[in-house]
């Protein structure tokens, strides 16, 4: 079984315990207008554009002039020898494929660096969009030793049957209210819901994550509401986290050919300080990564 992968590195300490090697996997089911990795949400992939190292010459069909691809003509190519038969700078297929047992033996070689109860975490992208690859991933990393984490959007109907082979689980929680949620990201918030309650009630380490995004979620009513939610857990061993705002994947949208509308994301540092203070108040555990 094969998976698709749009990048991979370590990272220390952000996607879980220790120093990780982390695989974001091609396919996202939501459409975040903020997202870090815009290259990551088309399941079959996107080509990504550096406009000043094109090169007309490398696609047959014209599709590439004066430093500007045309994605229209892209979209009749069945091809892409501009990417299959070439390797420049100008221009690439957002994702490789490799085999889990490309993944798990490359994870094996890497033992030696997973210091401080590191291993191996599976983000994206969304990494459930490729369920049974990344069920059959985790299940072999698990059965060699290797620690396991997942970020996950928490939208996957089946995310239970993975939580045997996951030691970490982090989900990300955009939003208490559905209208709101299904508005902004596309989706409803009510599968998400079901499995962190899932997750809480029968997995023994759960990281849960809220995005901090200005116009979206940041008003005083919202730091309420998100704390009211939670209540309820704070007998939990869950922890919480804020992810304010940032635009380090702001270029790649339109590298990606995308258009980025977020234009007032930014949060203050009082606006995350009421919402650690809400939840702390409430019994409920909050770490910064």
């Not at 069920?135 to 995310?159: F, P, R, V, Y």
């Amino acid at each position: 079984m094969e998976l698709k992968v749009f990048q991979k590195g370590f990272n220390y300490s952000q996607d879980g315990d220790g120093n990780r090697l982390v695989y974001h996997l091609q396919g996202c089911n939501i459409h975040c207008p903020w997202c870090a990795n815009p290259e990551g949400i088309a399941i079959d992939g996107i080509l990504m554009v550096q406009k000043d190292y094109l090169i007309d010459a490398i696609c047959p069909l014209g599709a590439i002039t004066h430093k500007a691809l045309n994605r229209q003509l892209c979209k009749t190519c069945l091809t892409y020898d501009c990417v299959q038969k070439h390797r420049t700078k100008g221009i690439r297929r957002s994702y490789e494929t490799y085999s889990v047992d490309e993944l798990v033996e490359e994870a094996k070689r890497s033992e030696i660096l997973f210091y401080d109860g590191g291993g191996v975490t599976l983000s994206g992208g969304e990494a459930t969009v490729q369920f049974e690859g990344v069920k059959m991933l985790l299940s072999k990393l698990k059965a060699k030793g290797i620690h396991t984490a997942i970020e996950t959007n928490g939208t996957h109907s089946n995310l239970s049957e993975l939580f045997g082979v996951i030691d970490l689980l982090m989900i990300d929680f955009k939003h208490y209210d559905d209208n709101m949620h299904q508005k902004v990201t596309g989706i409803s918030n009510k599968i998400i819901i079901r499995n962190i309650e899932k997750a809480l009630n029968n997995h023994p380490r759960v990281h849960i994550r809220v995005p901090l995004i200005g116009g979206f979620n940041t008003d005083e009513k919202d730091a309420a509401g998100f704390a009211a939610f939670f209540k309820k857990y704070s007998s939990q061993k869950a922890v919480f986290e804020f992810l304010p705002y940032h635009e380090y994947g702001k270029a790649k949208w339109e590298q990606c050919g995308l258009n980025y509308k977020v234009t007032n994301g930014a949060v203050d540092e009082g606006t995350i300080a009421l919402f650690e203070h809400l939840f702390i108040a409430n019994n409920l555990s909050v770490i910064h990564t």
